[in-house]
């Protein structure tokens, strides 16, 4: 958000996830700021920032040294929703002096949305295709996730949306209830952590598993690798994942 809301010679420093192409939307502009940080106390103190953005599951005890050396730092929460997001650019907005900039930022957003909707209110009644995310550890996420909100968004039917999810949005899937749900499409891992080639290797397994052969998904060639910099979008760049899901799943209404 920062990254298109302010002159990035404004920015002393960004997280070091901003310069990972497999995970972060904005590798190119986070080029143009001199560091990349992780949370450390005294560098960051050292730069002497005007504001500081962390997010609110930030060690609290990191929080207090950083305030007590005189730096203000606003904890933002994970948007979720696309008002949630639509919310916080335009707080982000008012904090750095830019909120003309939120403001065009949101308009774009409401427009490229808009004209999701536009084309997905031509699928015949009945015809919304249900979508699962299966995880190498076996899971899925489920209502109330950004997930969740960009399946929705995408003219879609989370699979798992009504199962109960655990604490982190998680909804567990054996193989037996993968099987039950079958979903339409399969949406697994662009990215594995701590692993370049994690990602691949999964979908190699997954799709050749002699169970999972049986998935409508996987027999129909609709297990798709999404990739990470999207499916984990809480910022304006969730609705590149919305057309990006819209698209592979109705490709005859985004030519």
Known sequence: ??????????????????????ISNVTEKAGRVPRKLTMNVEVLVSLKPDLLFAANWTEADKVKQLRDAGIPVYLTGTGLTVDGIKAKIARVGELVGEPAGAGKLLDAMDARLAEVQRRLAKLPAGRR?????????????????????IVRRAGLVNGVGSIAADEWGQVPLSKEKLLEIDPDILILPG??????????????KTTA??????????????????????????SQYLVDAVEWLAGTAYPELFK
């Open 129 to 149: 295709l249900s979508v699962v995310d299966y995880t190498v550890w076996g899971a899925a996420q489920g209502k109330g996730s950004s997930w969740d909100e």
């Open 191 to 204: 990215w594995t952590y701590d692993d370049p080639k994690g990602a691949d290797a999964f979908f190699a």
């Open 209 to 234: 598993d002699p169970v999972l052969k049986a998935l409508k998904a996987v027999k129909e060639g609709r297990a798709y690798r999404m990739p990470e910099s999207l499916k984990t979008a809480t």
């Open 1 to 22: 958000m920062l990254l298109e809301l302010v002159d990035p010679a404004r920015l002393v420093a960004v997280t070091a996830f901003a310069a990972d192409p497999a």
